[in-house]
């Protein structure tokens, strides 16, 4: 019997006068891969920042289970502590603070066991070595120069370091090349077994052909409009969302 992770339910949301979600529902268990597509502007984003609860969006009506508390209005950084992890479509850049010394930090903030220096980095340094990352990137400023890809793979390398019970994965994929999206791909397989769960935004169906998801969601309008296996996805690449319309 699989045990829910995180359950939204008629979730409602707004930025200043504009309403982006109507009504969202869904439901993620352990050991789950879910992935929610669906065009720009229909609410995949917001629904990501709503989990984590970022203060730019306001819930109007709903709630947000996570391992059956409710999380709904938790600040940011209690849900993080929880093992809610999300990954952004455009990573910050943070001059003066290594990538070890930011992964360090946030490691401390999710564990109470004392950080081991050594072996942190020897650790850093196999998944970076498994992503294909230049292990010099490890006493550089976080992001600062980075290529697009070295900073997608960055969150990647976060993920894996973090080891939250839920990776939210916003458009990761976005602007990445074939090899590229393939090491990401590789990095979610590395992270993802039966304890924890994924939920990936995306428009692009290659990041999803070397994992094997559960379900897929389309958004439409801010509902979801249709649920599938990941079928659903190739169905979505050959013909687009115009077939799809918000039920009233």
């Keep these: ?79 993080a502590r929880k093992g809610v992890f999300m ?52 006493e550089r400023s976080l992001n600062v120069g980075f290529s697009g890809g070295e900073k997608k793979k960055n969150e990647i390398l976060q993920m894996l370091v973090l080891n939250p019970k839920l990776a939210i994965l916003d458009e990761t994929d976005s602007g990445l090349d074939v090899d590229a999206i393939n090491t990401v791909s590789k990095g979610i397989q590395m992270y993802k077994n039966e304890t924890n769960a994924v939920l990936i935004i995306t428009h692009n169906t290659k990041i999803l052909k070397s994992l094997n998801v559960d379900y897929v969601h389309i958004l439409v309008d801010g509902k979801i409009v249709k649920t599938g296996s990941q079928e659903l996805a190739k169905e979505i690449e050959e013909n687009g969302y115009s077939q799809f319309k918000v039920q009233k």
């Design 1 to 79: 019997m699989k045990t829910e992770l995180l359950n939204i339910n008629n979730l409602h949301v707004s930025a200043g006068d504009k309403i982006i979600l109507n009504g969202i529902d869904l439901k993620i268990n352990k050991g789950e891969i879910h992935v929610i597509m669906g065009p720009n502007g229909s609410g995949k984003t917001t629904t990501a920042n709503a989990i984590l609860n970022n203060p730019m969006y306001t819930k109007t009506a709903g709630s947000i289970l996570f391992e059956g508390e409710d999380i709904t209005n938790l600040k940011t950084d209690e849900i």
């Design 87 to 138: 990954s952004f479509q455009l990573p910050e850049e943070i001059p003066g603070i290594s990538v070890t010394n930011f992964l360090k930090y946030a490691k401390s903030k999710t564990t109470s066991e004392p950080i081991k220096i050594f072996s942190f980095k020897n650790e850093l340094k196999t998944y970076m070595a498994e992503l294909n990352m230049n292990p010099n990137n490890m």
